[in-house]
């Protein structure tokens, strides 16, 4: 599999998370993402660190995201399809007055 965040390349579009299920045949050459998604609040030119991991036990990753730097350092998780994952799972790492972002790793 593959988790890829994607920091807009103009002052249009915003970034997104994408990800790509791999398979035994996956060539690693797939342009289509399984599942896409934008983050709420999601920011245009900063970008996101992303990471996949199981938090909760049942044996099935989910997304955590972090807002890059020049936001405050937002963390989110999200189900393997790019849904709120639960209603505690957005919190700030650090004080609302930080802006460096926030890397998130399992």
């Known amino acids: 599999d593959a988790l890829v965040a994607r920091v807009a390349i103009d002052t249009l579009a915003i970034g997104n998370v994408s990800l790509y299920h791999g398979a035994s045949g996956w060539s690693g050459e797939e342009t289509t ?18 990471a996949a991991g199981n938090v909760d036990g049942d ?3 989910e997304i955590i995201i972090g807002a890059g730097p020049g936001r405050e350092a937002e963390v989110r998780v999200f189900s393997r399809y790019g849904t709120d994952y639960m209603q505690d799972s957005v919190f700030q790492a650090f004080a609302k007055n930080f802006k460096g972002g926030v890397n998130v790793g399992i």
Do not use: L, M, R, T
């Open 33 to 50: 993402p399984d599942v896409q998604f934008v983050p709420p609040q999601a920011p245009k030119n900063h970008g996101w660190s992303v």
């Open 59 to 61: 044996e099935i990753d």
